[in-house]
């Protein structure tokens, strides 16, 4: 009797291990096809996650933030994790900007800046960024040397890097900024581009004192954009180019927008010393003092 019960534990015992290893090996596939899984989605996340290690020059990380440059990425169309704006392809890694800059040389007349024989400024009717109505030539180009672009804020191409070198030009140009250098963005697209949309724009560039973004009545920025020579039928079109200039001096040029900061300065510091030239040139000479 006691032997029969001892045989039939055993056997339940058998039953029972033989049920688990079974169950071990339906699981073992399914565990192995998770982990399989699990590490393809880790790649794919690490290919499209934007590094926020420095690597200048990496051809494996062709796509950078024109706000922070050291966001890069090797997948089109990842997005700054800093301020949300699209990667674009690094100068260094795109064949497509040397081919825009080329063909931006080649409508400059060879070079990366044009010179303007004359040019008018309407003392056109804006309002600023943060709601001010003011009059274009006399309160923001007058007696200033000044840096001009072109924006809207829906654009999601060429204007970010367009704010992000003005970002750059107005970290640069440090305490000059607001007081002998001024920067400003008109948008041309007035109809959407409210102050309350161009202040949240301007925000993301940590837009400072001396750097004014423009909106208006859709015809009023229309007259100011065609005397500024920069009208466009489709906003998406408009140009990428950067008027500098100052108004006492007579001098103005246009200049290749997305070029680097450094050429930029360039220009401004041009249009600064002939401005400083020309005011020189009209103080009246002192009378010389006759010896006794």
């Known amino acids: 009797m006691l032997k029969r019960m001892r045989n039939e534990r055993a056997a339940r015992a058998a039953r029972a291990l033989t049920k688990l290893l079974l169950a071990a090996l339906i699981l073992l596939p399914t565990h192995a096809a998770l982990d399989a899984s699990a590490q393809r989605r880790a790649k794919k996340t690490a290919r499209q996650t934007p590094s926020a290690k420095p690597s200048t020059g990496d051809p494996s990380h062709p796509y950078a933030c024109p706000m922070h440059p050291e966001v890069t990425s090797k997948t089109a169309g990842a997005k700054c994790p800093k301020c949300g704006m699209n990667l674009t392809k690094r100068d260094g890694a795109a064949s497509s900007s040397a081919s825009d800059e080329g063909m931006m040389s080649s409508a400059l007349g060879g070079g990366t800046n044009e010179s303007v024989a004359s040019l008018t400024i309407p003392d056109t009717v804006v309002y600023d960024q943060d709601g001010r109505r003011l009059n274009f030539h006399r309160d923001l180009v007058k ?3 000044v840096a001009i672009n072109f924006i809207f804020t829906t654009c999601t191409t060429i ?7 003005f970002a750059r030009v107005q970290q640069e140009l440090g305490e000059r900024a607001g007081k002998e250098v001024s920067l400003i963005s008109i948008s041309v697209d ?12 301007a925000g993301k560039f940590k837009a400072g004192p001396g750097w004014t973004f423009v909106t208006g009545g859709e015809p009023e920025i229309d007259a100011l954009l065609t005397a500024l020579g920069a009208a466009s039928p489709d906003k998406n079109d408009h140009t990428p180019l950067v008027l500098v200039g100052n108004e006492a ?16 300065l360039k220009v401004i510091d041009e249009a600064a010393s002939a401005a400083e030239a020309a005011s020189a040139a009209d103080l009246p000479t002192a009378p010389s003092r006759r010896r006794r």
């Open 143 to 145: 007696g200033k040397t």
């Open 159 to 165: 204007c970010p890097p367009l704010a992000a070198t």
């Open 190 to 201: 007035p109809v959407t581009d409210t102050p309350e949309r161009l202040k949240e724009f």
């Open 249 to 264: 001096a007579g001098k103005w040029t246009r200049t290749y927008g997305l070029a680097p900061p450094s050429a930029i």
